[in-house]
């Protein structure tokens, strides 16, 4: 028997959720039809919206990253607001970085640093939210579900579901993020998370011609189930097992396994976090259009020089050898990285030596995409407590990440109430890269 994902969703204490599992050939659980992909797909060609084939891998810093001891270490400051990890120098003359990214460092020609991106919701799962959608939900950290898109589903529903010639899945996560679903733009649009029992699911391990029967008998019987069906569950699931159906019936299913990867590779992005981005940038080489990464740990109220002497290498290491290797394989201008977390933190150390939630203030990270790179776009004031030049709002970094994917901002979908939605409203990509 084959188990894929669905996309009824169990919160955690955190608001995550994840996909339960369905059952192939358990005939109650869900039917197969690629009807609903063919329209979506249609659909976006009707629209004018079908896109270019780059990528984005966005590392996604959970818990609120310190923008002072990653990217604006602010060394002319007071002591108490600079970074104590120091600073180090960088590709990019007169540019430094907090003193953990020194691999970083040496590629910064290659990105680009945003030191004046500013909300203001200093809530884990409010500032997520705001981050993931663009948009402020004030309920958030109060249990409630997330009332926008994801930009990830956004992807998905212009392009569809899967890559038409690869099968691969249009949006992965690898590791949940508070307001990466799809919310009114329906379950089908949801991330495919790969982790756990799903990747042994992803494994063929009934002949083809038995596999095509098992899908067309659910078929059969899905026209009775969706008749009575009137929740759109269905049309979900049917979906995301289209998605895992055209994934394991192509060698893109390779793409989730670094055992087909060059042992020197998976060894210069080192273990944990180098090996997902490294699994990200092979999703994006099969033609997956939007990855997201979760990096946790970042939520540092105490001790924040040892904790950042702790995670700040792996992602220094991890990201460098991104950088690094998609430059070497030509693929720098078809993949955009972003990196991003939830907020900042407080200007000033506290008494437990760390920092607390700060969203007046934070640090963006981008490399490739075609973006205009090797520089530092906004500043930051004299205490690195808010923007000294104009601030960069979620809005603008969606805005920036969709022209990337050369989609309209600006487009509409309807929403609960079945009103016409932008997307991005107000929100103008950065013009400093684009």
């Not at 083809?208 to 009575?228: F, K, T, Y």
Request: net charge neutral; charged share 20%; proline share 5%.
């Amino acid at each position: 028997m084959l188990s894929f994902h669905s996309h009824r969703r169990n919160g955690d204490c955190d608001g995550n959720s994840r996909r339960d599992f369905l059952k192939v050939g358990a005939l109650g659980l869900g039917g197969l039809t690629l009807a609903d992909m063919l329209r979506a797909k249609a659909s976006a060609a009707q629209q004018g919206l079908l896109t270019n084939n780059k990528s984005v891998i966005w590392l996604w810093l959970s818990g609120g990253p310190t923008h002072v001891e990653t990217f604006d270490p602010k060394m002319t400051a007071p002591a108490e607001y600079r970074s104590v990890t120091g600073e180090v120098a960088t590709s990019i003359p007169g540019v430094t970085l907090g003193g953990n990214f020194e691999r970083m460092a040496k590629v910064a020609d290659k990105m680009a640093f945003v030191r004046s991106f500013a909300h203001t919701n200093s809530g884990h799962s409010g500032g997520t939210h705001y981050v993931m959608t663009g948009y402020d939900n004030r309920l958030a950290d109060n249990g409630a579900v997330p009332d926008r898109p994801g930009i990830g589903s956004i992807v998905s529903r212009v392009r569809g579901t899967n890559h038409p010639q690869t099968g691969m899945p249009t949006y992965v996560r690898l590791g949940g993020i508070y307001g990466d679903g799809p919310s009114f733009l329906g379950t089908a649009f949801g991330p495919f998370d790969p982790s756990g029992e799903a990747r042994r699911n992803m494994s063929l391990t009934v002949e083809q011609a038995r596999l095509q029967r098992r899908r067309e008998m659910l078929a059969g019987i899905d026209s009775v189930r969706r008749d009575v069906d009137r929740s759109g569950v269905m049309e979900g699931l049917d979906s995301f097992e289209q998605q895992a159906f055209d994934l394991i019936l192509s060698r893109s299913q390779q793409s989730f396994d670094l055992k087909y990867e060059d042992p020197r590779v998976v060894d210069r992005y080192g273990k944990g976090l180098g090996e997902q981005m490294l699994q990200a940038r092979r999703l994006c080489e099969a033609g997956c259009g939007f990855v997201t990464v979760n990096f946790g740990g970042w939520d540092m109220h105490g001790d924040i020089k040892n904790a950042m002497n702790n995670l700040g290498p792996k992602v220094d290491q991890a990201v460098a050898a991104l950088v690094e290797d998609l430059d070497q394989r030509g693929m720098s201008n078809d993949v955009l990285l972003v990196i991003s977390g939830e907020f900042g933190r407080t200007p000033k150390i506290n008494g437990s030596g760390g920092r607390d939630h700060w969203a007046p203030l934070s640090t963006l990270a981008l490399a490739g995409g075609g973006l205009r790179m090797g520089q530092v776009v906004g500043e930051s004031a004299e205490k690195v407590d808010v923007p000294k030049t104009t601030p960069i709002t979620p809005q603008d970094l969606l805005a920036t990440v969709l022209q990337v994917l050369d989609i309209d901002p600006r487009l509409q979908y309807s929403n609960q109430a079945g009103r016409p939605t932008y997307m991005v409203e107000n929100g103008r990509a950065i013009e400093d890269l684009v």
